[in-house]
């Protein structure tokens, strides 16, 4: 079974240590998301998201964490520009970054238990609306995503530092 809830400020490390498998396991494959060591996500940013409550993982009793997310209030420069369907002020609206299972893990449910317990946490911490952006090529996601409610918002330009100005499709999801 797998529990879904905040990381504890003591799990810096496997949370570290879970983004680096992630990097290792998906790099080169069908599913690569293009994340780099000592690029995105970085060190600093997945620790501050565990020190701000912000860490969402999925913990397998015994074998530590097997999906994980962040939860914050920061959209990518061109996230303004999407016709969102909830107004809502920044401090209601989360928005989800770095979602990932590890590749031992996919096609048991992780990610949609990851998914579900994040928008129960989210509802719980008074978030109205949870937003994200993903690959257009990443059908697997985008399919999980639909699947749990969020509704496709188009393709939208976005600016990551470590990306440039990628094309992404856009999700949301009222809560």
């Not at 396991?25 to 501050?48: A, C, I, N, Y």
């Not at 952006?133 to 990551?160: H, I, M, Q």
């Amino acid at each position: 079974m797998l529990e879904v809830r905040k990381a504890r400020a003591d799990e810096i490390d496997a949370v570290l240590d879970f983004y680096a498998k992630m990097i290792d396991g998906m790099q080169g494959t069908d599913f690569d998301v293009q994340w780099r060591h000592d690029g995105h996500p970085s060190k600093d940013f997945l620790r501050e998201a565990v020190a701000d409550g912000q860490m969402i993982v999925g913990v397998l009793e015994g074998e530590g964490i097997a999906s994980a997310m962040v939860v914050n209030h920061e959209g990518e420069p061109g996230y303004e520009a999407v016709p969102w369907s909830v107004d809502a002020p920044p401090e209601n609206v989360g928005v989800l970054h770095v979602v990932a299972t590890l590749p031992a893990y996919h096609g048991r449910g992780f990610a949609r238990q990851l998914l579900q317990g994040g928008m129960e946490i989210a509802r719980a911490d008074g978030l109205s609306v949870l937003r994200l952006d993903t690959f257009p090529y990443n059908v697997r996601g985008r399919g999980l995503y639909e699947s749990c409610g969020f509704a496709d918002k188009g393709e939208w330009t976005v600016y990551y530092p470590a990306l440039g100005d990628i094309q992404v499709i856009m999700y949301e999801l009222p809560l």
